[in-house]
């Protein structure tokens, strides 16, 4: 049978440490003990209506509901090592606030967390705004879905994902990216997606300097791109853009089909990309 505990306030050192079965709703975690880990390695644990305040809370916990929970700036870390977790409603305030885990479902939440969700795999995450740098680098398998960011060195080094229906306002994104498919998103930012491969953007806005550049296996379908110059260097890329592009340079191999463009640089002997103008 689970235990509920309602209202209450705890601030010692891992004061539900190792729990397992239990409903915490309406408490607050915070106090002069300043106490860390007060859910540390604890299973079946659903959370509702509380106030995170301390640091590490969620550490090496497995099957948690988080609902409609604050995690402030305080709490540092929140959740690491953990598996499967459906958080909902729920604030995200505190640096370093997921890492290492595996089966997550974020939805309807806000995050302002720097270096958010480092090495993460299988996370589905929908409905959600994000304030970060470093956002999940170097995590796989990712599902995002009306999702809204604002940041700087986003998506690096992840792999097998899928984003469609996003708004992402970040420099420096999609670094390193492999086997990554985006759709029906706006990316604005400087530097896009240098350095991935197998990556493809359809039906997507890109905007910003320089994007796309030393990428295989690229592929653009039906894209616009704004304000967007030298882009491609470098690349093995295959792309539909329906949109004037500012200029594009030495693309390595494939094809560019463009209405127009302001300048084609090709002044490196390597660069044998073929650009389509219709115009």
């Known amino acids: 049978m689970e235990e509920m505990i309602k209202n209450r306030i705890y601030d010692e ?3 539900l440490y190792g729990s397992n079965g239990i409903t915490v709703e309406g408490c607050r975690f915070d106090g002069p003990a ?34 409609n929970c604050e995690m402030t700036e305080n709490c540092r870390a929140a959740l690491w ?27 309807n939440s806000d995050i302002v967390s720097k270096e958010f969700g480092w090495s993460v795999k299988d996370m589905i ?95 653009l379908i039906n894209c616009s791109m704004i304000d967007t110059d030298l882009a491609f260097e470098k690349s093995d890329v295959d792309a539909t853009i329906t949109t004037f592009v500012l200029s594009i340079k030495n693309p390595l191999s494939g094809t560019i089909t463009v209405p127009k463009t302001g300048e084609i640089i090709m002044d490196d002997v390597n660069a044998k990309g073929i650009i389509n103008c219709l115009l």
């Open 34 to 67: 300043d106490g860390e880990s007060a859910l540390k390695e604890s299973r079946n644990v659903k959370a509702y209506d509380s106030f995170f305040n301390l640091r590490y809370p969620f550490w090496h916990d497995d099957n948690l509901l988080i609902d």
């Open 81 to 107: 090592y953990t598996n499967n977790a459906v958080i909902t409603n729920t604030k995200f305030h505190g640096i370093k606030a997921l890492r290492e885990c595996s089966n997550i479902r974020i939805e």
């Open 125 to 219: 995450m929908k409905n959600t705004s994000a304030q970060s740098e470093y956002f999940m680098m170097r995590s796989e398998k990712l599902q995002f879905e009306n999702v809204k960011l604002e940041g700087k060195y986003s998506f690096q080094y992840i792999k097998d994902s899928v984003f469609e229906n996003c708004d992402f306002d970040t420099k420096d994104a999609f670094w390193h990216a492999r086997n990554v498919v985006i759709k029906n998103c706006t990316l604005k930012g400087e530097y896009l997606a240098w350095y991935c491969e197998n990556v493809t953007f359809e039906n997507c806005t890109i905007i910003g300097t320089q994007p796309l550049c030393y990428c295989r296996k690229l592929k």
């Open 13 to 15: 050192e891992r004061a």
